[in-house]
């Protein structure tokens, strides 16, 4: 039986366990002289069905965690010491032929006997595994059910079991949360340190020039490497900036209209259409960006006698604003309209305008979802890879002029990390750098935005 039919089958075993559960609950409130229930029917029935489902759900995950190590053992025991093979990387050729027969992977010519009858005995051991596992797991969700079925009585607290049982989950799911939150902070601050130690951290944050790629020979110019990041994020501001320009205005603007001033009918058609453009590829962005947007700036540009690029920053950063303005406008609009009425009814019980409601009263007072908003936007804007690559190039120009190439540190991250690479060397290890850099930066720009959100709370309070 394959796991995904076992899952199900338990899953169907948890709906009628809950369905039982009710039943048996609804059967004890109807008794004659019964007792009345502690808690509705239905979190007798979400107890039942967690009886039922969780430990043996529980025993799937286990089972497979452990059975293919120990399944994998069984089967290669003796064709290691058989062949004369000692090394463990030897053993993991011979364990990865063995897996690549299990799955009809077959790329050599002529297969191993031994490894052919390994490969024989894995899958019978997989399918008693299976089989059992089964058994198991359904007898733990029978039994389960059949016992919490006859605890079921009036006084007993179903609802403050289930209330319990929820905040374990909701603690698990945070805690795993942060847990994965540490482990790629810890990943990347790890390689980080690794690069510092080949690189000064003085060269890398307040270096001019950024070039990572190593030098064959020693008398080469730039031998160990140019890696300051100064021209990368320099770059990234720049980009982020033109974009943030475009979307920030645009899109709280047209939130204020559609929140404030649009007819409920136009607001029904327009929204989903703005909407629509958060749903586009990225890829379809660069490639605007690279065939219609570039060349337009290119020729705007030599008619005006400016020299400009044929990949520049204004392009990258016009196009990827286009993109971000549905980020700022949906969520600013959203936020607006969570303003209550009475603020606007007793603003205009003032003698405020509309206009002077829409500024004193109904901004400030969503101030914190309009901020939340563009810090998703500019979070987007400097995670932005695609248009870059195709629009603004590779090029890490110290620049701020916009009709110019650079690039961004994601771009840089992207082109490290591409193919086969050895994690030792300091054009490698400049990614995990790069990327440490990139969090310090967006980690910064939230806080300083947490500190202007609670300072205008206060005042406005």
Same mark, same amino acid.
């Given at each position: 039986?394959?796991?995904?039919?076992?899952?199900?089958?338990?899953?169907?075993?948890?709906?009628?366990? /809950?369905?039982?559960?009710?039943?048996?609950?609804?059967? #004890?409130?109807?008794?004659?002289?019964?007792?009345?229930? %502690?808690?509705?029917p239905?979190?007798?029935?979400?107890?039942?069905?967690?009886?039922?489902?969780?430990?043996?759900?529980?025993?799937?995950?286990?089972?497979?965690?452990?059975?293919?190590?120990?399944?994998?053992?069984?089967?290669?025991?003796?064709? *290691?010491?058989?062949?004369?093979?000692?090394?463990?990387?030897?053993?993991?050729?011979?364990?990865?032929?063995?897996?690549?027969?299990?799955a009809?992977?077959?790329?050599? %010519?002529?297969?191993?006997?031994?490894?052919?009858?390994?490969?024989?005995?894995?899958?019978?051991?997989?399918?008693?595994?299976?089989?059992?596992?089964?058994?198991?797991?359904?007898?733990?969700?029978?039994?389960?059910?059949?016992?919490?079925?006859?605890?079921?009585?009036?006084?007993?607290?179903?609802?403050?079991?289930?209330?319990?049982?929820?905040?374990?989950?909701?603690?698990?799911?945070?805690?795993?949360?942060?847990?994965?939150?540490?482990?790629?902070?810890?990943?990347?601050?790890?390689?980080?340190?690794?690069?510092?130690?080949?690189?000064?951290?003085?060269?890398?944050?307040?270096?001019?020039?950024?070039?990572?790629?190593?030098?064959?020979?020693?008398?080469?110019?730039?031998?160990?490497?140019?890696?300051?990041?100064?021209?990368?994020?320099?770059?990234?501001?720049?980009?982020?900036g033109?974009?943030?320009?475009? *979307?920030?205005p645009?899109?709280?603007?047209?939130?204020?209209?559609?929140s404030?001033?649009?007819?409920?009918?136009?607001?029904?058609?327009?929204?989903?259409?703005l909407?629509?453009?958060?749903?586009?590829?990225?890829?379809? /962005?660069?490639?605007?960006?690279?065939?219609?947007?570039?060349?337009?700036i290119?020729?705007?540009?030599?008619?005006?006698?400016?020299?400009?690029?044929?990949?520049?920053?204004?392009?990258?950063?016009?196009?990827?604003?286009?993109?971000?303005?549905?980020?700022?406008?949906?969520?600013?609009?959203?936020?607006i309209?969570?303003?209550?009425?009475?603020?606007?009814?007793?603003?205009?019980?003032?003698?405020?305008?509309?206009?002077?409601?829409?500024?004193?009263?109904?901004?400030?007072?969503?101030?914190?979802?309009?901020?939340?908003?563009?810090?998703?936007?500019?979070?987007?804007?400097?995670?932005?890879?695609m248009?870059?690559?195709?629009?603004?190039? #590779?090029?890490?120009?110290?620049?701020?002029?916009?009709?110019?190439?650079?690039?961004?540190?994601?771009?840089?991250?992207?082109?490290?990390?591409?193919?086969?690479?050895?994690?030792?060397?300091?054009?490698?290890?400049?990614?995990? *750098?790069?990327?440490?850099?990139?969090?310090?930066?967006?980690?910064?720009?939230?806080?300083?935005?947490?500190?202007?959100?609670?300072?205008?709370?206060?005042?406005?309070?």
């Open positions: 039986m394959s796991s995904s039919l076992l899952i199900a089958l338990i899953l169907l075993l948890s709906s009628l366990a /809950y369905w039982l559960g009710c039943r048996r609950a609804v059967a #004890l409130a109807q008794r004659p002289s019964a007792a009345r229930l %502690h808690s509705r239905g979190y007798y029935g979400v107890l039942a069905g967690v009886w039922c489902g969780l430990p043996a759900l529980l025993i799937v995950a286990v089972w497979h965690l452990a059975a293919d190590p120990l399944l994998t053992r069984m089967a290669m025991n003796g064709v *290691a010491a058989a062949k004369g093979v000692v090394s463990p990387d030897q053993v993991d050729l011979l364990v990865n032929d063995m897996r690549n027969l299990v009809g992977n077959v790329v050599m %010519h002529e297969v191993d006997p031994l490894i052919q009858a390994a490969a024989d005995q894995y899958i019978g051991l997989q399918r008693l595994s299976d089989l059992a596992l089964a058994t198991v797991a359904l007898a733990t969700a029978l039994a389960g059910v059949s016992l919490f079925l006859g605890r079921i009585r009036p006084a007993l607290r179903a609802r403050n079991q289930v209330e319990r049982i929820v905040k374990i989950v909701l603690t698990l799911c945070s805690t795993f949360a942060v847990f994965v939150t540490v482990g790629i902070v810890l990943s990347v601050l790890f390689e980080s340190i690794r690069f510092f130690q080949q690189i000064s951290p003085a060269d890398f944050l307040f270096g001019l020039k950024w070039s990572p790629q190593m030098a064959i020979r020693a008398d080469q110019a730039g031998s160990s490497g140019s890696f300051g990041a100064i021209p990368v994020l320099a770059g990234t501001f720049l980009i982020s033109i974009a943030m320009a475009i *979307a920030v645009l899109g709280l603007m047209s939130a204020i209209y559609l404030e001033y649009a007819s409920s009918r136009f607001r029904a058609v327009v929204k989903p259409l909407e629509i453009l958060a749903g586009v590829p990225t890829v379809v /962005y660069g490639f605007f960006a690279a065939l219609v947007v570039a060349p337009a290119r020729n705007l540009g030599g008619l005006a006698g400016l020299p400009v690029a044929s990949e520049s920053a204004l392009a990258a950063g016009l196009v990827m604003g286009i993109m971000i303005i549905p980020f700022v406008s949906s969520l600013s609009d959203d936020v309209n969570a303003v209550p009425q009475s603020l606007r009814d007793g603003s205009y019980g003032l003698g405020a305008t509309k206009s002077e409601t829409i500024k004193l009263v109904i901004l400030p007072a969503a101030l914190p979802g309009i901020v939340g908003s563009i810090l998703l936007a500019v979070s987007r804007a400097i995670g932005e890879t248009i870059v690559v195709m629009a603004a190039g #590779l090029a890490a120009n110290l620049t701020f002029n916009p009709l110019q190439a650079v690039t961004t540190v994601t771009v840089q991250i992207v082109t490290l990390l591409v193919g086969d690479q050895e994690f030792d060397s300091p054009k490698t290890l400049a990614a995990f *750098a790069l990327g440490m850099l990139l969090f310090a930066v967006t980690l910064a720009l939230n806080v300083a935005a947490l500190y202007v959100v609670r300072k205008y709370r206060e005042e406005y309070e």
